[in-house]
């Protein structure tokens, strides 16, 4: 531990008994424990926040790479993209000339429009009811029979 052998550590025990006493040492002790584990902690949160930000620099670094490889491919493709060896007019010149017509079809109106509509509501006569429960009490007669 800390580089110290056992003879080492033997020996600061005992300075601590003879200046501290045997009332003092326990306590002194548990502090000493709590400021080692104190420091541990520290140091490895330390360390875990520095591997933290050199791999967010990798990361960087590595996504402005990529970066560059996309614009150079982006030039690359554009220099594509304005040859013209002919002289002749572009593909999607010559394209947009053959997919046009020149009498565009007009639209007609095949029916007029008309501006109201009307529904016709259906009445129901007085007659038209007595025939439906006359209709219906000769039905529960005969069901009666």
């Given at each position: 531990m800390f580089g110290m052998g056992f003879t080492e550590i033997l020996m600061i025990a005992i300075v601590a008994i003879l200046f501290l006493g045997p009332d003092k040492l326990p306590g002194a002790m548990v502090e000493i424990a709590k400021f080692i584990k104190g420091a541990k902690k520290a140091i490895t949160s330390a360390k875990e926040s520095l591997d933290s930000e050199i791999n967010i620099a990798e990361l960087k670094e590595e996504a402005l790479n990529y970066k560059a490889k996309l614009d150079s491919a982006t030039e690359?493709?554009?220099?594509?993209?304005?040859?013209?060896?002919?002289?002749?007019?572009?593909?999607?010149?010559?394209?947009?000339?053959?997919?046009?017509?020149?009498?565009?079809?007009?639209?007609?109106?095949?029916?007029?429009?008309?501006?109201?509509?009307?529904?016709?509501?259906?009445?129901?006569?007085?007659?038209?009811?007595?025939?439906?429960?006359n209709e219906e009490e000769v039905k529960k007669e005969s069901s009666e029979k």
């Open positions: 690359e493709l554009q220099g594509f993209k304005n040859l013209n060896p002919m002289g002749e007019r572009s593909i999607k010149d010559k394209f947009a000339s053959l997919t046009q017509l020149e009498d565009e079809p007009v639209a007609t109106q095949v029916e007029p429009k008309q501006k109201e509509i009307e529904f016709k509501k259906k009445t129901v006569k007085e007659s038209s009811i007595k025939e439906i429960q």
